[in-house]
């Protein structure tokens, strides 16, 4: 049978990294790899009296289909709490209901983006969103970044150079892969820039609430003051992924477009999930859960950095993010973190090599190591092994 495939699937291309990963799946593995949330954290018990009281209230409402905006009680919590926690001023009718904000970075390219359209981005950024963007046909322009994200006056020469860029995507908050956050300055520094090109600018936020030692800094939206700024929130790390529950912050004119797009992907995300959601915020504390998973993921990074100031040989770099899930490795250049995987993997460690969170290639020295989901005495054994495997590419 020959199909002709739209031109997009060009574009797409399957993982060798990925391949490599499902190696991982095997339970003697000490995967530092996914970014997934720690499951014992999840709410099992107060979600099995939750699904019984929505299955009673709401009866085959729960099973129904429901609007595309999302269900409103819920919209209206997640505006109260944006506003409340991050300084923003939006309503219910900012707010549309997402299956993950995965679904907002599909949905933003959709918007935005025609085939050769410029994206900016930090250098690293999000896999996900690379491959979600990817399908329409953009080129990604990296700005550099450091500890305090992106150099400003980078950013200031990729507008100079692409002054018809379309978006500018970021995750300004304990960002994935780096694990970085982005200081006063840089943010004022981007919204200035943004300001004065008219670019959108889309901050994605998953990790904004898993913060783990000062409070956190202003939201990109909370210092918005032109309706530039496209918020993507999620309850995946704060609650559970598998909800598959987010939401995109837009500003009227394409708050209404989001809706618009949503409705051809799946009409609306699932009813069910949503009213769970509501009615776990309605009867429970919601920011105790995110207070216990905090403080966890900060135990978690000690351990983890501890381990590799000891186990790791000098020349290679980490830092010790502030939140979120990641820790970034730099090795010294010249060692391919593909390599290392598949030696590690021979060790049952797993990483994700850092290559990969690079749109236009390279960097192959990097590593993205993940803290969350590994218990304590794990993390210390699988660093000890990453360190002798490291130390086998050194000699
Ligand atoms: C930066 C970033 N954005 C978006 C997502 C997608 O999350 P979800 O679709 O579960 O909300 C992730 C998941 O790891 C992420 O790291």
Not at 39 to 57: A, G, H, Q
Not at 276 to 297: F, M, S
Not at 358 to 374: A, D, I, K
Request: charged share 25%; proline share 6%; with cysteine.
């Amino acid at each position: 049978m020959t199909v002709t495939l739209a031109s997009r699937m060009q574009h797409m291309k399957a993982s060798e990294i990925r391949e490599l990963l499902k190696l991982t799946e095997r339970p003697e593995v000490i995967s530092f790899a996914g970014g997934l949330p720690a499951p014992e954290f999840f709410p099992v018990e107060e979600m099995k009296s939750i699904s019984l009281e929505v299955l009673d209230r709401a009866g085959r409402k729960a099973l129904q289909y429901s609007t595309t905006e999302g269900h409103a009680p819920l919209r209206q919590k997640i505006a109260e709490r944006m506003n409340r926690t991050q300084g923003t001023s939006v309503g219910a009718d900012n707010i549309l209901v997402i299956t993950g904000s995965q679904q907002g970075a599909d949905l933003t390219g959709k918007l935005f983006l025609d085939e050769g359209d410029v994206v900016l981005c930090e250098s690293p950024t999000y896999l996900g969103a690379i491959n979600a963007l990817r399908a329409y046909g953009p080129r990604f322009v990296e700005v550099p970044t450091d500890d305090d994200g992106m150099l400003i006056p980078d950013l200031e020469k990729a507008l100079a150079a692409h002054p018809n860029a379309k978006l500018l995507y970021v995750i300004p908050d304990f960002q994935n892969p780096s694990g970085r956050c982005w200081s006063l300055e840089r943010r004022q520094g981007l919204m200035e820039l943004a300001r004065k090109h008219q670019l959108p600018v889309v901050e994605d936020s998953p990790y904004r609430d898993l913060c783990f030692e000062a409070s956190s800094l202003p939201s990109l939206m909370s210092l918005d003051r032109d309706n530039l700024v496209i918020h993507l929130g999620t309850f995946s790390k704060t609650f559970c992924p598998g909800l598959r529950l987010g939401w995109v912050t837009a500003p009227k004119g394409l708050y209404e477009k989001y809706v618009l797009l949503k409705q051809g992907v799946d009409l609306h995300s699932s009813t069910m999930s949503q009213l769970l959601l509501d009615r776990y915020l309605e009867r429970h504390d919601i920011e105790q859960n995110i207070a216990r998973i905090t403080a966890a993921y900060r135990a978690r990074r000690d351990v983890m950095h501890a381990a590799m100031t000891r186990e790791f040989p000098a020349g290679v770099r980490f830092n010790r993010p502030q939140g979120g899930l990641f820790l970034w490795v730099e090795l010294p250049e010249g060692i391919d973190s593909r390599d290392v995987l598949a030696a590690a993997i021979q060790r049952d460690v797993a990483f994700v090599p850092g290559g990969c969170f690079f749109p236009n290639g390279g960097h192959h020295h990097t590593m993205r190591v993940n803290y969350s989901n590994m218990p304590e005495d794990r993390i210390e054994e699988g660093v000890r092994r990453l360190g002798s495997v490291i130390r086998s590419f050194l000699r």
